[in-house]
């Protein structure tokens, strides 16, 4: 190469090579120390101690105000939360959940309103899944060869009462696809054979084909660390994706998916997995399409925040992060010891990644309304 030219590659080239270095320092360190010392205020985005882990997006007030009441010991706005549901399946499932959580800490309650009504299906769905969310309690957070011979047992004998309940209430309700998520999630820590599952999931889709929360659910099942592989856990959320109607939110499941399979690697818990372009444009208009008070929707916007921040679009992702502030409380956070710490790494990283350009003025985004 001649002198002239070696001197232009050199010129050029030992900035970019700076430009590299300091770019991978600013990255290594956001990942380290996550926003300390940044000014977040200046993205829209929330102080750290602001941030709140125990909830992964707000409660719509009908909610809170029910359980509140059921805390009290009125069983009566619960009761009447869930027939306002009617047949929005996922919307009743979010409620139904939010009353067993209730239920799983303090049941006097529900005794009282099994009690006055022993055959209420919404209540005998309730019963069902408090028994579901005791025995993941009794089993603990661990690997299974981590945890003791007693809880293993406890949770073994916990769940085959939820899943007997949840038939229970499927009798009361044939209708309902409620007790089928039930006795669908019972049947990942039963370890049930695939034949039955499918039967079990047969049953569920035969009263919601897309149930948000019943495939989320299935596809924990077919995961490799419950009963399937990475394989059979791909194939169900691309077919399930697939098969949704134009904009459905079940787009996300081949992020769950790849998250899962990244879980399986060696190292630290990662950020999300690898997404294809067309995957996060289909969660992407998904969003888009449905209202912002959608209970589901916080769950898939964390998602999708993370899978942008790992994909570069840092810009992109902190419009996600000031939406869903102050709520940290879901994955792929909480599988870390310190959610907190983990969405706000993944933020920095999102910071460093958008540059000064994502600077904004103004309240944070997230701070300004409630979803539902």
Known sequence: M?????????????????????????????NRKGTA???????????????????????????????LAVRQGDWRPGAALLAA??????????????????????????????????????AAAVHAQTLLYRAWHARG???AKDTSADRLAR?????????????????????????????????RGLVLPHEEFRRIWGELTARAPHHFYGHLNALQYWCAKWCGSDRLAH??????????????LLAV???????????????????????????????????????????RVPLVRHRLAAALTLAGKGAEALEHFRLLEPWVGAE????????????DRARALAIEKAGRGARRQGTPVGALGGQG
């Open 253 to 295: 499941l081949p992020l769950e998916a790849a998250f899962e399979r990244a879980l399986q690697g060696p190292g630290p818990v990662p950020l999300a997995g690898r997404h294809t372009k067309s995957e996060l444009d289909a969660v992407r208009a998904a969003l888009a399409a449905v209202p912002a008070d959608d209970p």
């Open 85 to 122: 549901a009617g047949q929005d399946w996922d919307r009743r499932w979010y409620r139904l959940t939010t009353l067993a959580r209730v239920a799983a800490e303090e049941e006097a309650w529900l005794h009282a309103w099994r009690t006055e009504r022993p055959d209420d299906p919404d």
């Open 332 to 343: 792929p956070w909480t599988f870390h010891g310190n959610p907190v710490a983990a969405y």
């Open 155 to 187: 949770f073994r004998q916990l769940l085959l009462a939820a899943f007997e309940a949840a038939r229970t209430a499927a009798s009361l309700a044939p209708h309902d696809p409620s007790p089928w998520v039930t006795m669908v999630t019972a049947a």
């Open 235 to 248: 194939r169900f959320a691309r077919e399930a994706s697939a098969s949704a109607p134009p904009q459905s």
């Open 2 to 30: 001649p002198p002239l030219l070696q001197y232009t590659a050199i010129a050029i080239g030992l900035p970019v090579l700076a430009w590299a270095l300091w770019s991978s320092v600013r990255l290594a360190r956001a």
């Open 37 to 67: 010392g940044m000014d977040v205020a200046a993205y829209g985005l929330l102080p750290r101690e602001e941030l709140d882990a125990t909830q992964y997006g707000p409660t719509a007030p009908e909610v809170a105000d029910a359980t």
């Open 141 to 143: 957070e661990g690997y």
